[in-house]
């Protein structure tokens, strides 16, 4: 089983529309997590950190389950620019992470 | 503010070949790292340190050497390059004791190996 575990997608949504992705994680000492957005052939770049207590920038909101060990993301109104893979990212001794969701917002 | 430097940005190599990696940061962060990204792939890690003198393996460390001599720099050599080993090559840094703090990538490396 992989440490970190996420849909690939892809998921194709028109604009305006709410998106989640889920990310379950093995290691339930894990302490920090987190999303990266990655363009096309570009770095990961982070997008939000997550807490237990679930947290919202703008139009992102991310929430933390340590209990089923697994972290969300949700977009809503989502815009063409959204269009990216969407990483999720776990922290213990080392950071692992996940394959990655691809998101595609058409007009 | 040049953060996390790598290079080369491209390089092609021959079956066989050996190469290095470079990798630097000047933030003064312990804890970096490198992964390895394949087409239609997450970053999988293949090897990371905690600090200068320190190394661990990750996920994927077969044909891959590191050493840690300074805190500044994290190269990552290539033994005997075989083609499976095409991939883009980013390497990340941050602080180690700083709970929530994120990792800062490079621009990463395109590894060609024919």
């Known amino acids: 089983r992989k440490e970190v575990e996420q849909d690939p997608g892809p998921f194709n949504v028109p604009e305006g529309a709410t998106v989640a992705f889920n990310c379950t994680y093995s290691?339930?000492?894990?302490?920090?997590f987190f999303w990266y957005r990655q363009d096309c052939r570009k770095e990961p770049k982070l997008l939000m950190s997550?807490?237990?207590s679930g947290n919202e920038d703008g139009r992102f909101t991310a929430q933390l389950n340590r209990a089923s060990q697994y972290i969300s993301l949700l977009i809503r109104d989502s815009k063409l620019s959204d269009s990216a893979t969407y990483l999720c990212?776990?922290?213990?001794?080392?950071?692992?992470f996940g394959s990655g969701t691809r998101l595609s917002i058409r007009p | 503010n040049a953060g996390v430097t790598q290079t080369p940005k491209f390089q092609v190599l021959k079956t066989g070949q050996s190469m290095t990696l470079q990798c630097a940061q000047d933030?003064?962060?312990?804890?970096m790292s490198w992964y390895r990204q394949d087409p239609g792939m997450g970053l999988r890690l293949i090897h990371y340190?905690?600090?200068?003198?320190?190394?661990d393996q990750g996920e994927v460390p077969n044909g891959y050497n590191v050493s840690r001599s300074t805190t500044e720099d994290f190269p990552l050599r290539l033994l005997s390059a075989a083609p499976s080993q095409t991939s883009v090559y980013f390497c990340?840094?941050?602080?180690?004791?700083?709970?929530?703090?994120?990792?800062?990538f490079g621009d990463g490396t395109r590894l060609s190996i024919l």
């Open positions: 990340a840094s941050r602080p180690l004791w700083t709970g929530k703090q994120p990792q800062h």
């Open positions: 933030m003064n962060h312990e804890y």
């Open positions: 990212v776990v922290m213990a001794s080392k950071i692992i």
């Open positions: 290691n339930s000492a894990s302490q920090s």
């Open positions: 340190s905690v600090g200068a003198g320190i190394t």
């Open positions: 997550v807490y237990s």
